[in-house]
C-alpha cells in the first residue's frame, strides 16, 4: 500500500481541530461538573447533531458496509439496530430521565434507589462496557492509520489513545459539545459524498453479484495487485494468470489452475483473472460468508450458527442496549426538560437514518463493483479501499482521504464520550471525584484500553461494539428502565439483575471470544447472548425486588413525581 | 425535593371556597390538584399513577408495533425464503428493506409517540392545574 498524502493530512486536520477546540474549552472548564457536561442548556438541534456525532461510531462508519460486503445483506441488522436502540430509548426513558436529572448511571442508580453497593457495582459495569466500546475505536484507529500510512496497526491505536485521553485530561467535554456536533455533519459528509460519486461512477450494469446464492465473481477481466502475503481459497477450481510468486513458485505470465483449498500469493504478485470467474476469499472471510450474500439473517459472532435465532439475539442487543450505554445518559443532562429531551431524541433519530442509508449503499456497491476486495481487503476496510478501487488516480485518493478523515471523526468523537464517561465514574467513585483525579484517571483510562486494543485487530469493529450493546442490553437497561416504571424496584432486585444479566453477557462473551463454541446452539447463545441475557437480568431484577420488599427506598413518590410530572407542573408544587 | 422534610400541610390549609365566581372556582380546583401533589395524599398518588399509566401505555403500544415490525422481518425470511429472492430496480429486498425501508417506519413511530407523549402531558396538566388551560386560552 502506499502512503496516501492527503488521507493523512485529512486525518492530522480533523485530529488538530479537535485538539484546539478541546483546549479552548479548557480555559472555561472549571470543576468537575463543567468537565462532566458542558452546560444544561443546548439546543435542540446542536443537542441532538452532538448525541448523533458522539453515537456514529467506528462500528457505523467502516463496520457496517465491511460486514454487509464480508458476511451479507444480514449484517444491516446492525445499521437498523443502531437506530431502533434510539427508537426505543425515545418511547421509554428520554423525557423521564431526563427529569430525574442524574448525569451518571451509578448517580442515577444510587439517587433512585439508595445504595452505595449498588452505585460501585454500576460504577464497574461503566468501566467494562466503556472499554468493551473504547476497544473498537482505537481498533479503527490502528486499521485506518494502517491503510493510509503502511505503519504497523499497533501506531494508530496508540496515537488516537494519546490525543483522546491527552485532551480529555486537558480540556473534558467544554469544548466537546460543539465538536461533537461538528463532526455529526463531517461524518454525514464523508461518508455521503464518496458514496454518491461512487454510486455515480458505478453507474447501470450487470447486478450479477447480487444474484441469490452465488458467489461473488470478477465481471470483468480484471488484475489483481496483491499489496501483502495473503492467504486464500477459491470456491471451486478456477483458472489464473500469475506473475510473481504463488505458494512458493515465481511465475512469470504463467496461467495456473487452482484447485479448493489454501494457497497464499506474495507481496507484489499481479492476478489476473477473467470475466466470470468467482473472486476467491481470502481466509480471513472464510468462516464469516453467509451461505446467501441476500439474506436477511445474521451470521455475525456465531459463525452462521441458526441464524433466525442470531438475528432475534442482535435485534434484542441493538434495540435495548442503546438505553444502557454510559456515554448516551450524560448527553440527557444537557437538554432544558423532559419534551425537549424528547424532541431532541427525535432529531437523532432523524439525523441517524440520514446516515445510515450510507454504509449500506458503500456495502452493497463493494460488492458489485469491487469483488476483487474478497480476496485483498479485510471487513474492517472496506470503505478505505473502495474509492481507489473504483476510481484510480488523484479523484479516488482524494475521496479516499475524506473516508478517512470521516472515520477519524468517527474514532475522536465516540472514543472521547466514553472516556469522559468512564474517568468520571472512576474518578468519582474511586478517587473522590476532584478535577486532578478525573484527569489521572482519563489518562489511565486511556492507557487501559490502548493496550486491550493490541491484539483484537482481527475482529469485526461492528461485532464488537454490538457486544457492548449486549452488556448494556443486559444489565444497565432493565435498571433503568425498571427504575423510571416500576415502583416497586429495590436495590437488591437491581443488584441481582445487574450482577446475573451483565455477568452472563460478559462471561458469554468471553467465551465466544475464546472459541468455547464454534457451532450449533452454543455458538449462538454465547455469541449472540442478548436473546437470554436481558430476559434473565428483567426476570431477577423483578423477583428478587419482590422478594425483598423491605429495602424498598423510602422516597418512591417523590422520585416517580419528580419523573413523570412536566416541569411546569413541578414547579407550581414546589413554589406552593 | 422538597416534600420530604416538610411537616403534612393539611392541618394549614386553607378551606375550601365554596362560591361560584370564576375565579374562585378556578382556585378550588388548583388545590385539589397540585395541593394533592404536593402533600403525597392518595389522591396525589393516584394522579401520579394514572399520568404513569397513560405514559406507559402509549409507549408500550408504540414499543410493541415497532417490533413486530421488526420481528417479522427474520421469520417472513425463515418461513418464506422465496419472498426474499423479490427484486425491485434490481436490488435485492433485504437491501430494500433494511437498507432504508424500515427507517420511515420507525421514524413515523417515534414522531407519533414524540406528540401523543406531548399531548397526554398537556392533558394531564389541564386535570391537574386549569389555570394552565385558562392561561392557554387568554
Known amino acids: 500500500m502506499m502512503p496516501n498524502g492527503p488521507a493523512a493530512a485529512a486525518i492530522a486536520l480533523v485530529t488538530l481541530l479537535t485538539v484546539t477546540l478541546g483546549a479552548r474549552g479548557l480555559r472555561i472548564a472549571r ?26 461510531s467506528a462500528a457505523s462508519f467502516l463496520g457496517i458496509a465491511g460486514l454487509v460486503f464480508a458476511q451479507g445483506l444480514g449484517a444491516l441488522w446492525y445499521a437498523v439496530g443502531y ?11 428520554a423525557a423521564p430521565l431526563r427529569r430525574f436529572g442524574a448525569y451518571t448511571i451509578p448517580d442515577f442508580a444510587s439517587g433512585r434507589l439508595e445504595s452505595l453497593t449498588l452505585r460501585r457495582t454500576a460504577t464497574v459495569l461503566v468501566l467494562v ?17 494502517q491503510f493510509v500510512l503502511g505503519t504497523p496497526y499497533w501506531v494508530g491505536v496508540v496515537i488516537l489513545g494519546l490525543v483522546v485521553s491527552g485532551n480529555i485530561a486537558m480540556g473534558g467535554m467544554k469544548g466537546v459539545t460543539f465538536v461533537q456536533s461538528f463532526q455529526y455533519w463531517l461524518k454525514l459528509c464523508a461518508i455521503a459524498i464518496p458514496a454518491l460519486v461512487l454510486l455515480g461512477i458505478a453507474g447501470p450494469g450487470t447486478a450479477r453479484n447480487l444474484s441469490p446464492d452465488r458467489e461473488a465473481i470478477f465481471t470483468h477481466r480484471t488484475l489483481v495487485h496483491v499489496s501483502d502475503n495473503i492467504s486464500f481459497t477459491p470456491s471451486r477450481p478456477i483458472r489464473v494468470t500469475v506473475t510473481g510468486v504463488l505458494d512458493r513458485r515465481r511465475m512469470r505470465h504463467q496461467p495456473v489452475q487452482l484447485t479448493v483449498g489454501r494457497h497464499q500469493a506474495d507481496a507484489g504478485t499481479d492476478l489476473s483473472f477473467s470475466a466470470g470467474t468467482p473472486v476467491p476469499l481470502r481466509i480471513s472471510l472464510v468462516s464469516a460468508h453467509a451461505p446467501s450474500w441476500d439474506s436477511p439473517l445474521v451470521t455475525a459472532g456465531t459463525d452462521g450458527a441458526h441464524p433466525l435465532v442470531a438475528t432475534y439475539g442482535l435485534i434484542i442487543a441493538t434495540f435495548f442496549g442503546a438505553i444502557g450505554l454510559p456515554h448516551i445518559l450524560v448527553r440527557f443532562y444537557t437538554n ?17 437514518s440520514g446516515f445510515y442509508v450510507f454504509p449500506a449503499l458503500l456495502g452493497v456497491l463493494s460488492r458489485l463493483r469491487a469483488p476483487q476486495l474478497y480476496l485483498t481487503g479485510d471487513t474492517n476496510s472496506v470503505v478505505l479501499a473502495l474509492p481507489t478501487q473504483l476510481l484510480p488516480g488523484k479523484a479516488g485518493e482524494l475521496l479516499a482521504a475524506l473516508v478517512a478523515a470521516g472515520a477519524f471523526a468517527a474514532f475522536l468523537s465516540t472514543s472521547s464520550g466514553l472516556l469522559v464517561s468512564v474517568a468520571g465514574a472512576l474518578s468519582h467513585d474511586v478517587l473522590g471525584g476532584s478535577t486532578r483525579a478525573f484527569r489521572l484517571c482519563a489518562l489511565v483510562a486511556g492507557g487501559v484500553a490502548m493496550v486491550v486494543a493490541l491484539p483484537l485487530d482481527r475482529y469485526s469493529l461492528t461485532v464488537l461494539v454490538g457486544w457492548a450493546f449486549a452488556i448494556a442490553a443486559s444489565s444497565f437497561c432493565p435498571l433503568i428502565v425498571l ?27 468471553v467465551a465466544t471470544m475464546l472459541g468455547a463454541a464454534t457451532r450449533g446452539w452454543g455458538a449462538v447463545l454465547l455469541g449472540q447472548p442478548a436473546i437470554w441475557t436481558v430476559p434473565l437480568a428483567f426476570c431477577t431484577m423483578i423477583v428478587i425486588s419482590l422478594l425483598t420488599r423491605q429495602a424498598l427506598p423510602s422516597n418512591v413518590e417523590q422520585m416517580l413525581q419528580r419523573m413523570h410530572l412536566p416541569e411546569a407542573l413541578m414547579q407550581r408544587i414546589h413554589s406552593r | 425535593m ?31 390538584g397540585v395541593g394533592d401533589l404536593h402533600d403525597d395524599t392518595s389522591y396525589g398518588r393516584l394522579l401520579v399513577r394514572s399520568l404513569m399509566h397513560a405514559q406507559i401505555s402509549l409507549s ?3 414499543l410493541a408495533i415497532a417490533l413486530t415490525v ?63 388551560r385558562n392561561r392557554h386560552d387568554a
Open chain 1, 129 to 145: 462496557i466503556g472499554w468493551f466500546y473504547l476497544i473498537p475505536q482505537l481498533t479503527g484507529a490502528g486499521i485506518t492509520i
Open chain 1, 336 to 352: 432544558r426538560n423532559g419534551p425537549s429531551a424528547r424532541r431532541t431524541t427525535m432529531i437523532v433519530l432523524i439525523l441517524l
Open chain 2, 70 to 132: 421488526t420481528a417479522s422481518i427474520p421469520v417472513l425470511a425463515a418461513v418464506y425464503p422465496e419472498v426474499i429472492r423479490f427484486r425491485l430496480l434490481g436490488l435485492p429486498l433485504t437491501a430494500l428493506v433494511l437498507g432504508g425501508g424500515i427507517y420511515p417506519v420507525l421514524l413515523a413511530i417515534g414522531w407519533f409517540y414524540h406528540h401523543q407523549a406531548g399531548k397526554l402531558e398537556a392533558r394531564f396538566l389541564e386535570l391537574v392545574d386549569p389555570a394552565e
Open chain 2, 60 to 62: 408500550l403500544m408504540c
Open chain 2, 2 to 32: 422538597s416534600t420530604g422534610s416538610d411537616p403534612p400541610l393539611r392541618a394549614t390549609r386553607p378551606p375550601r371556597v365554596v362560591a361560584w365566581g370564576h375565579a374562585q372556582a378556578r382556585l378550588q380546583h388548583d388545590m385539589i
Open chain 1, 483 to 509: 427504575g423510571i416504571w416500576w415502583r416497586n424496584l429495590t436495590w437488591i432486585g437491581a443488584m441481582a439483575g445487574l450482577v446475573a444479566g451483565g455477568g452472563a453477557c460478559c462471561l458469554a462473551i
Open chain 1, 31 to 56: 470543576t468537575p461538573a463543567d468537565f462532566l457536561v458542558a452546560s444544561r442548556e443546548v439546543p435542540s438541534a446542536i443537542n441532538a447533531a452532538a448525541i448523533s456525532g458522539e453515537y456514529l
Open chain 1, 83 to 93: 437506530l431502533g436502540g434510539y427508537l426505543v430509548l425515545l418511547l421509554l426513558v
